[in-house]
């Protein structure tokens, strides 16, 4: 079984907030106990934290879903709940986030400690004793904790690689990839041997490091999603140099001149600075073609000849193009949530009021209890819900959605 994974689905679901609390001071010395029910904690919420030492996405194929701790529920004396922790998801550098049903990129994670918000945590109800006034001196109601956000992601790997390599199948990548350091490619001799990508550090005898990625084979129309199209042709995207290699015994009789020029095609269809990307025009397996007229440097994996002038090349390569790099630094990224209140008409012809602060408004609310309802409309008139219903043209009687409260509009709120 493959224990490299490029591509997978997830599900996260942060944390809901704890509940606010209901209750009265019972005092034998105090003639009417005030309230004093505490808050409910704030729920846990998700994030996805690049990490250099992850290697695949493994870890959620087999297990996709995540969740985050939940707030506690307030109590009496004025105890609020604990929060919920929140969940740190380790995924591999490199990492893109997409919506799972529009694919659209939310998030990308090209940076060791690179942070993302996935889900965000509901925040705990408020107790009793929140709701004191002059006007209220006994309020019986308190808030429901906010549910914690659960969504569906795509999660997308494309390889972070100081090298490329990338030629025709069985041109000799995962060879040359086992004789340059420890990594041991599955190797034989069929169309596409690579059937995921490898990665490997290589040594120069100075100490100087570099990744190299073992690209499978490409071919012509690979851009257009023949072979193995896409799939792998992304993880090409980020490698800072190229080492092409080119079949010295011609795969399918096809020469070396031919063989670049197809390979220089797909990678400028897939992504057109691909093609100005630095890269090492190499002749491999040159212990099959002793004849060869191939006018660069040739190598053999098998014989080890021209070896050494390839690291070197590849190390002056790499070093020049990491120079070339500006500084990045590791960034978090929120998800902004809008405050705001907008109204919609729906396909049923009806009215939904969007917003967080409206669907708090009525969704922590009991609204079973005539004064946490009587709160709710006051609420919701606060933040300006009856005005944008208003201009938005409902009439009297129109039914009004928010969240999972539903009722039908009056003028009068």
Same mark, same amino acid.
């Given at each position: 079984m493959?224990?490299?994974?490029?591509?997978?689905n997830?599900?996260?679901?942060?944390?809901?907030g704890?509940?606010?609390?209901?209750?009265?001071?019972?005092?034998?010395?105090?003639?009417?106990?005030?309230?004093d +029910?505490?808050?409910?904690?704030? +729920?846990?919420?998700?994030?996805f934290?690049?990490?250099?030492?992850?290697?695949?996405?493994?870890?959620?194929?087999?297990h996709?879903?995540?969740?985050?701790?939940?707030g506690?529920?307030?109590?009496g &004396?004025n105890?609020h709940g604990?929060?919920?922790?929140?969940?740190?998801?380790?995924?591999?550098?490199?990492?893109?986030v997409?919506?799972?049903?529009?694919?659209?990129?939310?998030?990308?994670?090209?940076?060791?400690?690179d942070?993302?918000?996935?889900a965000?945590?509901?925040?705990?109800?408020?107790?009793?004793?929140?709701?004191?006034?002059?006007?209220?001196?006994?309020?019986?109601?308190?808030?429901?904790?906010?549910? +914690?956000?659960?969504?569906?992601?795509?999660?997308?790997?494309?390889?972070?690689?100081?090298v490329?390599?990338?030629?025709?199948?069985?041109?000799?990548?995962?060879?040359?990839?086992?004789?340059?350091?420890?990594?041991?490619?599955?190797?034989?001799?069929?169309?596409?041997?690579?059937?995921?990508?490898?990665?490997a550090?290589?040594?120069?005898?100075?100490?100087?490091e570099?990744?190299?990625?073992?690209?499978?084979?490409?071919?012509?129309?690979?851009?257009?999603?023949?072979?193995?199209?896409?799939?792998?042709?992304?993880?090409v995207?980020?490698?800072?140099?190229?080492?092409?290699?080119?079949?010295?015994?011609?795969?399918?009789?096809?020469?070396?001149?031919? &063989?670049?020029?197809?390979?220089?095609?797909?990678?400028?269809?897939? &992504?057109?600075?691909?093609?100005?990307?630095?890269?090492?025009?190499?002749?491999?397996?040159?212990?099959?073609?002793?004849?060869?007229?191939?006018?660069?440097?040739?190598?053999s994996?098998?014989t080890? !000849?021209?070896?050494?002038?390839l690291?070197? +090349?590849?190390?002056r390569?790499?070093?020049?193009a990491?120079?070339?790099?500006?500084?990045?630094e590791?960034?978090?990224?929120?998800?902004?949530?809008?405050?705001?209140?907008?109204?919609?008409?729906?396909?049923?012809a009806?009215?939904?009021?969007?917003?967080? !602060?409206?669907?708090?408004a009525? !969704?922590?609310?009991?609204?079973t209890?005539?004064?946490?309802?009587?709160?709710?409309?006051?609420?919701? &008139?606060q933040?300006?819900?009856?005005?944008?219903?208003?201009?938005?043209?409902v009439?009297?009687?129109?039914?009004?959605?928010?969240?999972d409260?539903?009722?039908?509009?009056?003028?009068?709120?």
């Open positions: 493959s224990s490299f994974v490029d591509e997978c997830i599900n996260v679901q942060a944390g809901d704890g509940a606010g609390c209901v209750s009265f001071r019972r005092e034998a010395h105090v003639a009417k106990g005030g309230p +029910g505490g808050d409910g904690g704030d +729920g846990g919420s998700i994030w934290v690049a990490d250099r030492n992850v290697a695949s996405l493994l870890a959620f194929r087999d996709p879903h995540r969740k985050a701790e939940s506690k529920h307030g109590s &004396q105890r604990a929060r919920g922790r929140d969940l740190e998801v380790r995924v591999p550098v490199g990492t893109v997409l919506d799972h049903d529009t694919r659209e990129p939310l998030a990308d994670l090209a940076t060791h400690g942070r993302w918000r996935a965000r945590a509901g925040e705990g109800g408020r107790g009793n004793a929140r709701f004191l006034s002059n006007k209220r001196r006994a309020p019986s109601f308190a808030e429901q904790g906010e549910h +914690g956000e659960e969504r569906w992601l795509r999660l997308e790997l494309k390889l972070l690689a100081d490329a390599i990338i030629g025709f199948p069985n041109v000799g990548k995962s060879t040359l990839i086992s004789r340059l350091s420890a990594a041991k490619p599955k190797i034989a001799d069929y169309p596409f041997t690579t059937l995921e990508p490898n990665l550090v290589v040594r120069s005898d100075d100490g100087f570099m990744v190299l990625a073992d690209i499978p084979g490409l071919i012509e129309g690979a851009s257009d999603g023949k072979g193995l199209g896409h799939r792998f042709l992304r993880h995207e980020r490698a800072r140099a190229l080492l092409v290699l080119l079949d010295l015994a011609p795969y399918d009789e096809v020469g070396t001149d031919a &063989q670049l020029d197809v390979l220089l095609r797909e990678l400028e269809a897939y &992504q057109p600075d691909l093609s100005e990307r630095p890269r090492l025009v190499v002749g491999s397996r040159a212990d099959m073609a002793p004849d060869h007229e191939f006018a660069g440097l040739a190598i994996s098998v080890g !000849a021209g070896i050494p002038e690291v070197g +090349g590849l190390v390569m790499v070093d020049a990491r120079r070339e790099e500006p500084e990045i590791t960034t978090t990224i929120h998800r902004p949530v809008s405050s705001e209140v907008e109204i919609r008409r729906r396909d049923d009806s009215w939904e009021v969007v917003g967080r !602060a409206a669907r708090r009525v !969704a922590l609310s009991d609204l209890n005539d004064e946490a309802l009587e709160y709710a409309q006051q609420r919701l &008139q933040i300006g819900v009856d005005t944008a219903l208003a201009r938005a043209g009439k009297p009687g129109d039914e009004v959605h928010i969240g409260f539903t009722f039908d509009y009056e003028e009068d709120g």
